[in-house]
Structures are given as structure tokens and as C-alpha cells.
């Protein structure tokens, strides 16, 4: 069996545009002569690998705590996919039977509005990208909406430059932190 790890590093991974970056700090060190190695961490929910609930969009929506695990584990597709993710594509690379669908985009990647809108009409679970969102910083209501309304988990941030197009099976487990919008995810992609 091989596992892909699909996930950014927590403390190295950029960030959303002007917000925090995750630090951590230790608070006992064994090399400043202290008993055991104790640290605190800091986190912006947002900033590397990171899964999307309905909250972060929908007033009344989920927190990450109430999504559906079966989101988070299951057969998944990922595909390399243009950095401007259209209707057409999903249409035209997406089998109708898809649960999780991964996008790999070198990075830069985003959906248009129609796309996300089109994928809201399916019976998606999950969708996956590399790039910091799935939106661009002028479409980002516009496109994290209509998945967030449908209960869709949107996982962005990913690592998937080693990784070869394919089906796998994804796990990728939010922390569950009640009330959270959005939670840091150890995402790993692993081969049937």
C-alpha cells in the first residue's frame, strides 16, 4: 500500500492573504535544561492544508465539528486540472458518480462561479484543491456559496505536485473544534 501525504507543513505553509501564520512556541525546552519538551500552538485555521466548513460562509451552516465524516474518508478522484476551473471541465473530466474530487492545479488554481455552481447540482461530498482557495480574492463568496449551502467540505491548500492523477482513497480528518468554520487536516491520498 503506498500513502501519499496530500499536506502542507503547518508552521512553513502560506497563509491566507493578510492574516496570522501558525506559530509554535515552547514553553518547557529540555535543551535550556527544563524537565520535558512542552509547546504551545498557534493556529489560523485558514493557513496551510485546511478544510472549509459550511460556517465559514453560511450564518446558520455547520461548524466543522457537525460535518459528515464520511466527507473526510472515502474513494476519491483527483485530476490535473487548468488553472481556471470551468463548468465545461468538471463536466467533461468529473464521472457523474463522483463523491470526492480532488484539483490539481500547480498552485494557482480557482473555480469559476458557473463551476461551483455546477458542482452544488451533484452529488459531491468533497472537493480538494492546491491553491490557498477555491475562489480568487474577487469570487470568493460567489464560489465558496453554492458548495457551502449544499453541505459541500472544501479542502484547500493541498500538496499534490508528487502525486499522479488517479482514484485513491482520501482520508483527511478535520480537527473537531465546535464552533470552528474551518480546521487545520492531515490529508493523505492512498492507493488502492
Same mark, same amino acid.
Given at each position: 500500500?503506498?500513502?501519499? *501525504?496530500?499536506?502542507?507543513?503547518?508552521?512553513?505553509?502560506? %497563509? #491566507?492573504?493578510?492574516?496570522?501564520? /501558525?506559530?509554535?512556541?515552547?514553553? @518547557?525546552? @529540555?535543551?535550556?535544561?527544563? !524537565? #520535558? /519538551? #512542552? =509547546?504551545?500552538?498557534?493556529?489560523? @485555521?485558514?493557513?496551510?492544508?485546511?478544510?472549509?466548513?459550511?460556517?465559514?460562509?453560511? /450564518?446558520?451552516?455547520? /461548524?466543522?465539528?457537525? @460535518?459528515?465524516?464520511?466527507?473526510? #474518508?472515502?474513494?476519491?478522484?483527483?485530476?490535473?486540472?487548468?488553472?481556471?476551473?470551468t463548468k465545461v471541465f468538471l463536466e467533461e473530466n468529473m464521472p457523474e458518480d463522483t463523491k470526492r474530487l480532488i484539483l490539481k492545479t500547480g498552485g494557482k488554481g480557482y473555480l469559476e462561479?458557473?463551476?461551483?455552481?455546477?458542482? %452544488?447540482?451533484?452529488?459531491?461530498?468533497?472537493?480538494?484543491? *492546491?491553491?490557498?482557495?477555491?475562489?480568487?480574492?474577487?469570487?470568493?463568496?460567489?464560489?465558496?456559496?453554492?458548495? !457551502?449551502?449544499?453541505?459541500?467540505?472544501?479542502?484547500?491548500?493541498?500538496?499534490?505536485?508528487?502525486?499522479?492523477?488517479?482514484?485513491?482513497?482520501?482520508?483527511?480528518?478535520?480537527?473537531?473544534?465546535?464552533?470552528?468554520? %474551518? =480546521?487545520?487536516?492531515?490529508?493523505? !491520498?492512498?492507493?488502492?
Amino acid at each position: 500500500m503506498t500513502i501519499h *501525504d496530500a499536506t502542507k507543513e503547518l508552521l512553513s505553509a502560506e %497563509a #491566507y492573504p493578510d492574516s496570522k501564520e /501558525n506559530t509554535l512556541t515552547r514553553l @518547557m525546552d @529540555m535543551k535550556r535544561g527544563e !524537565l #520535558y /519538551n #512542552y =509547546s504551545e500552538l498557534t493556529i489560523n @485555521m485558514h493557513a496551510g492544508t485546511h478544510i472549509d466548513a459550511p460556517l465559514h460562509f453560511i /450564518n446558520d451552516g455547520r /461548524n466543522i465539528a457537525e @460535518m459528515p465524516l464520511e466527507c473526510f #474518508y472515502g474513494e476519491c478522484l483527483l485530476v490535473s486540472a487548468p488553472e481556471c476551473v470551468t463548468k465545461v471541465f468538471l463536466e467533461e473530466n468529473m464521472p457523474e458518480d463522483t463523491k470526492r474530487l480532488i484539483l490539481k492545479t500547480g498552485g494557482k488554481g480557482y473555480l469559476e462561479k458557473e463551476a461551483a455552481e455546477f458542482l %452544488a447540482q451533484t452529488e459531491l461530498l468533497t472537493i480538494g484543491i *492546491d491553491a490557498i482557495s477555491v475562489g480568487t480574492l474577487q469570487t470568493e463568496i460567489a464560489v465558496h456559496v453554492p458548495l !457551502l449551502k449544499k453541505g459541500i467540505a472544501i479542502i484547500e491548500a493541498m500538496k499534490l505536485d508528487h502525486i499522479p492523477d488517479g482514484k485513491y482513497i482520501l482520508s483527511a480528518m478535520p480537527l473537531k473544534v465546535d464552533g470552528a468554520e %474551518a =480546521s487545520p487536516v492531515r490529508a493523505v !491520498l492512498i492507493e488502492k
